[in-house]
């Protein structure tokens, strides 16, 4: 699972890959754990990351780890931009929202959501 997490570097801002892409419900379980485990070593508030969900199915067990996940998370996250979320239940991506009480953008293709990360976080300076 560890590659499926990366480092990229986008306009000089090093932004943290979770490729999600065709997972099951199982694999997507272990990765999250991985998630967590690889967000938190990083200082608070530094992290922009980008999640690709292309094709990836999710089941009740794996929105809930995410849930979890994403609320540990939040105090070593600056941006969060989402792909291809598509197959996720609307339902999920709204709770997910709610509960870890954060904002998380949408977008097409991963260079959409890169520039956006990057654009963001630049305005925040």
């Not at 690889?38 to 849930?67: I, Y």
């Amino acid at each position: 699972m560890d590659d499926r997490i990366s480092f990229i570097t986008h306009q000089g801002q090093d932004i943290m890959l979770i490729d999600f892409r065709n997972c099951s419900p199982k694999e997507m379980l272990l990765l999250l754990d991985e998630v967590q485990h690889t967000v938190a070593v990083h200082p608070r508030n530094s992290l922009l990351t980008l999640g690709d969900m292309t094709g990836t199915h999710m089941d009740r067990a794996a929105a809930t780890r995410m849930k979890e996940v994403l609320v540990l998370d939040r105090p070593y996250v600056r941006r969060a931009a989402w792909v291809g979320t598509d197959l996720v239940p609307k339902v999920y991506l709204d709770n997910f929202k709610s509960f870890s009480q954060r904002r998380f953008a949408y977008f097409e293709t991963r260079e959409q959501a890169m520039d956006w990360l990057v654009k963001e976080d630049e305005a925040a300076e």
